[in-house]
């Protein structure tokens, strides 16, 4: 190459650094022209002011308060008590075991001990991460940075909360020493389950004071903070021991621990040893959950159960599981009365009603569960409210159990039949004494008992549960009319493939809640009204203010013709169909059964004036039962529950419907009078 071309290239890769520099100095010179004149730079002082606040005003009792929580009954009496026990179980730095301060470090802030409260190589790692993989994959926060965001902000993705928490951050880094600020996190950051700090944690998972935890046991409970959700050690055991190992591996690599108990505290078998406190299982966590959405509901957030893909799906799901856990901690810690609307009489005599009636089945799983179970919901039809929540039979069992009454969803059988077909129907120009055919079809369902009756009316069909009629009549309406009821009424596992006639006879996908069935038969008691079903009635500050009041919104799902036609057939099932004998003495009653293919799922749904209940009854690992239908465990449940809770109550009638020859001389007459 000639010197001339050669100093031609050096001139023009001069030029070019120059523009890049000049055009640089452009984009900065914009960035500050907005900071300054958009407002940012008056926004930004004012966090960094507020901040200075925050930790000038700070005393160590700061990091020690916390309020109690507490939840009554219909008629006030306390249910539960949520308490964080910060005060109660604080140590010093000195009484935290060094294992635990090594731990935590590891895994969430290798730099604490240099940094001035900030990483910032932390936090171009985490961009980095973000340009490489398109997600936030691993955080930028240090241990001062979450201890600012929990004791004085929110937990708000925003950037005016990330800059503040900057702020916070290093204000407190001035203020108190490094092994005081790992002091105040260690006692604040939550472990799940209500415990906050890990003096709590240690006493509530492992029945035990901190210092006498080994190694493994240690690493095991420093996992959960990150996400108490996902490493929850009740319901994700697996996710906690993963994350525990990677603990003891970043130890190890430290050079915190040796070789030899790396491998040992690795290979320990982590075994929960909760300590017994008295407590309505069913019932506080069911209260926990309507408490906690009711929360999320205040923050703005919007429940939804269908998605348009299933990357629409995973970042709601993501959305819902961060800020549950924010709405959880707050209900611990906030000082709030929870006013609610079980009866705990009502609800000792669900538990019972279920217990006595499964007592001769005794098998349990490997970890001691009963395997056949059962779980039932109560509604008082005046209200809307739950009154009674049962998710399964009695055991002792160290803190709270699956609670199936809102958790576990399974196939309905012909419980769902009033719900997608026969109101539907009836909307549609049926009448319960429309005649229908009960014929074999080919390469359709058989009834149960393989016998077929020709023409027969529809209350009929109802009554005897032809799954003949039920297919026709859903055919004709089309499965996406059917499904669309329980789309209304907040069915959370309906999916697209559920669109097709083996629904009319409740071959669901994933099925259905005993919570959703008990609204959803409530809302034809209730003239067709659907009200979203929870036990919260108003939850109020410490001090008496209120924060929320659940007044029942009703939403019109079925015509009230349809419904009141339908909860006459019912009457009749109830009497004289395949729910015989199950109605509640001397109190007009409706009610369906429901069996599933070869006896695995059996259900009774019904109701009265006053009550609606549902019972389910089953394997948690779905296996045949010989003789469980409807009308034998579900059924003898539901009938002794509703015969208690109506003892000394006057007999109530349905609301009466106007029958099809009377309505059509009520219609003639009133066009008559128009001429």
């Given amino acids: 190459m000639s010197f001339r071309k050669r100093k031609k290239k050096k ?13 640089l100095m452009l984009i900065l010179a914009g960035g500050l022209f907005y900071y300054y004149y958009g407002g940012y730079a008056r926004e930004v002082q004012n966090m960094k002011t507020e901040a200075v606040e925050f930790v000038r005003d700070s005393t160590e009792d700061t990091f020690k308060a916390v309020q109690t929580s507490v939840v009554y009954d219909k008629n006030g009496n306390t249910i539960s008590t949520l308490k964080g026990e910060k005060d109660v179980y604080y140590l010093s730095y000195e009484e935290i075991p060094v294992d635990v301060c090594a731990a935590i470090i590891s895994i969430e802030d290798k730099k604490f001990y240099q940094h001035n409260g900030i990483d910032y190589k932390a936090i171009l790692r985490a961009v980095k991460a973000i340009i490489e993989n398109g997600e936030v994959t691993q955080g930028a926060s240090t241990i001062t940075q979450q201890l600012a965001r929990n004791i004085f902000l929110t937990q708000d993705k925003t950037w005016q909360r990330k800059v503040e928490e900057m702020f916070v951050a290093t204000e407190l880094e001035k203020k108190y020493s490094k092994n005081k600020i790992l002091e105040f996190y260690l006692n604040n950051i939550y472990f799940g389950n209500g415990y906050y700090g890990i003096q709590s944690a240690s006493i509530g998972y492992f ?152 007592a001769g089945f005794t098998d349990v799983n490997d970890e001691g569960v009963f395997k056949l179970q059962a779980a039932g919901v109560c509604i008082d039809n005046d209200t809307g409210y739950v009154q009674a929540v049962v998710g399964g039979r009695s055991q002792d069992f160290d803190g709270y159990t699956l ?138 500050d410490a001090d008496g203010n209120e924060i929320i009041s659940t007044d029942q ?94 003892e000394g109550l006057a007999p109530v009638d349905f609301l009466p419907y106007i029958e099809a020859d009377k309505y059509q001389k009520i219609r003639q007459d009133a066009l008559g009078d128009e001429e």
């Avoid at 001139?11 to 055009?23: A, G, H, P, S």
């Avoid at 079980?342 to 499964?358: G, P």
């Avoid at 009550?611 to 002794?640: K, Q």
């Fill in 11 to 23: 001139y023009r890769l001069f030029w070019f650094i120059v523009k890049l520099q000049f055009l």
């Fill in 207 to 358: 029945n035990k004071d901190v210092s006498e935890l080994d190694l493994s046991q240690v690493a095991f409970l420093c996992a959960i903070p990150n996400n108490p959700t996902i490493y929850d050690p009740l319901v994700h055991a697996d996710n906690t021991v993963a994350r525990r190992d990677r603990i003891l591996k970043n130890m190890y690599e430290d050079g915190k621990i040796a070789e030899s108990a790396y491998l040992m505290a690795k290979a320990e078998t982590i075994a929960l040893d909760r300590p017994e406190h008295e407590k309505n299982n069913y019932v506080e966590t069911y209260t926990y959950y309507c408490a906690i959405r009711l929360l999320m509901e205040q923050e703005g957030f919007v429940f939804q159960n269908e998605f348009d893909s299933t990357e629409e799906k995973e970042t709601y799901q993501s959305a819902y599981d961060e800020l549950y856990e924010t709405c959880q901690k707050t209900l611990f810690t906030a000082g709030y009365r929870i006013y609610t609307s079980i009866d705990l009489e009502k609800q000792k005599v669900l538990q019972q009603s279920i217990d006595e009636a499964l």
């Fill in 403 to 540: 609670n199936r009454a809102y958790q576990s969803y399974r196939q309905p059988g012909s419980c769902i039949k009033p719900l997608i077909v026969y109101a539907p129907a009836l909307e549609r120009g049926y009448t319960p004494d429309s005649m229908v055919e009960d014929e074999r079809i080919e390469d359709g369902p058989a009834n149960a008992n393989k016998r077929y009756d020709g023409e027969i009316s529809l209350r009929t069909a109802l009554a005897a549960s032809k799954n003949t009629v039920a297919w026709n009549l859903f055919k004709e309406l089309t499965p996406k009319v059917g499904l669309s009821y329980l789309k209304e009424m907040g069915f959370a596992k309906i999916v697209p493939e559920d669109e097709q006639l083996t629904s009319a006879l409740g071959g669901f996908t994933n099925g259905v809640s005993p919570m959703e069935m008990t609204a959803a038969y409530a809302t034809l008691e209730n003239d067709g009204n659907y009200r979203t079903p929870t036990c919260i009635m108003k939850i109020t």
């Fill in 553 to 646: 919104e009703e939403t019109c799902v079925y015509k009230s013709t349809a419904a009141r036609m339908v909860t006459d057939m019912l009457t009749t099932a109830v009497t004289e169909g395949t729910g015989a004998g199950l109605g509640v003495t001397d109190m007009p009653s409706a009610g369906k059964t429901g069996t599933t293919n070869d006896n695995k799922d059996g259900w009774f749904a019904g109701y009265t004036r006053y009550y609606t209940t549902s019972i389910w009854v089953g394997y948690d690992m779905p296996e045949e039962l010989p003789g469980l239908s409807g009308s034998t465990y579900p059924g003898a449940i539901w009938h002794t529950f509703m015969e208690k809770c109506h």
